[in-house]
């Protein structure tokens, strides 16, 4: 069983940035694919970001790229998504995700999410 737990949400002035924080149970961390999806207020959920299991493949959503950084410590047993240039449509439910193969399109095993909220 992986339980994942998010932290580092809050509100952030548009330009900002924020760190979101994912820490993992579970001994077999390191063998899981990990991403990041959000859902706004009346939307669907979307894909964010994913990583791979050893971090040196990235994906990215085209309304991320270029601002946002996925990355994962596996020695911390952690997946962090750092936003930098956050603007208000970047406010969201965001929810960290795990699978033994890939996050996309529908990940295993999800976090209860942390809110992001950026002010104009």
């Known amino acids: 069983q992986v339980q994942l737990v998010e932290s580092g949400g809050g509100l952030a002035q548009a330009g900002g940035s924020l760190r979101l924080f994912c820490a993992v149970s579970?001994?077999?961390?390191?063998?899981?694919?990990m991403g990041w999806f959000r859902q706004a207020p009346g939307k669907e959920r979307e894909f964010v970001a994913a990583v791979n299991w050893s971090g040196h493949s990235t994906s990215y959503a085209d309304s991320v790229k270029g601002r946002f950084t996925i990355s994962r410590d596996n020695a911390k047993n952690t997946v962090y998504l750092q936003m930098n240039s956050l603007k208000p449509e970047d406010t969201a439910v965001y929810y960290c995700a795990a699978d033994q193969s890939n996050v996309v399109p529908t990940p295993r095993y999800w976090g209860q999410g942390t809110q992001v909220t950026v002010s104009s």
């Open positions: 579970g001994r077999t961390f390191s063998s899981y694919a």
